[in-house]
């Protein structure tokens, strides 16, 4: 059986009405488990996690774009972190029985219905993106909102669905394809936004930092800065790794990383290499786990 994840963005985090609304919609698809529902008032900014097999997940991902594009409105949205977009994101990622070629499919088409039925233009990304310039969120979202919709008739910017002009509300869309990751955030204390862009700077994989791994120094409405990063592969740049050289690129600063979090669900994998790194403990993996082995008998017992 194929189980897909989807984990889509939406740039509303503060007006919990309209989040639950994004989640029924999602969680009334027959076939379709909602994981996690996640705010994020700082950001403005909130994160939905389900699963199921590819075609229930394709139709509560597009049922989840409608919605928010009927209940949010980019004219008046703020927040700090980079968007584009009421519906910012909408990555598929393979679980089990799928691969990376079969979330690829389930991008195309989501992009061409939102782009048809919703008249909102919908860029590709990650294993999804047609040109190397657009595997990246972040070349995608280059001036966020405002700045696309002065730019998006440009060659260089013209969506890979739909027509090249920003809906009037619900802004752009962006679609994709991608393996597992963990989105985390790093919190410092006695630091400036600079110094946060410049830790960012020094950690990501552009700029010779950590493997895998992509940064951005934002400021958050409660006055804190933070690290924000995506980590492509837990493997190459775990996230106890990824603490640690932020941590310590502050503190050389005169600055401290006092707290962190992680946005959405993450593996047991990456959580295991995290506390086999910080332990020293490196033949530690999810298969010396426990619970792994149980879900793996359970799974096996005959209904």
Known sequence: MEIIECVPNFSEGRRRPVVDALAATVSGVEGVTLLNVQLDADHNRSVLTFVGAPEPVLTAAMAAVRKAAELIDMETHQGSHPRIGATDVVPFVPVAGADIG???????QLGAMIADELKIPVYLYGAAARTPGRASLADIRRGQYEVLKSEIA???????????????????TVVGARLPMVAYNVYLQNASLKLARSIARRVRERNDGLPRVQAIGLEVETGEVQVSMNLLDTDQTSIWRAFCEVATLAREAGAQAVRSE??????????????GEAIACPELSSGLILETHLLGAARGKPE
């Open 102 to 108: 079969r979330c690829i499919d389930l991008a195309n």
């Open 154 to 172: 440009l060659p260089e910017r013209c969506p890979d669905y739909g027509l090249p002009r920003m809906h009037p509300s619900a802004g752009a």
């Open 262 to 275: 992680i946005v959405g669900l993450v593996t047991m994998q990456a959580v295991a290499g995290a506390l």
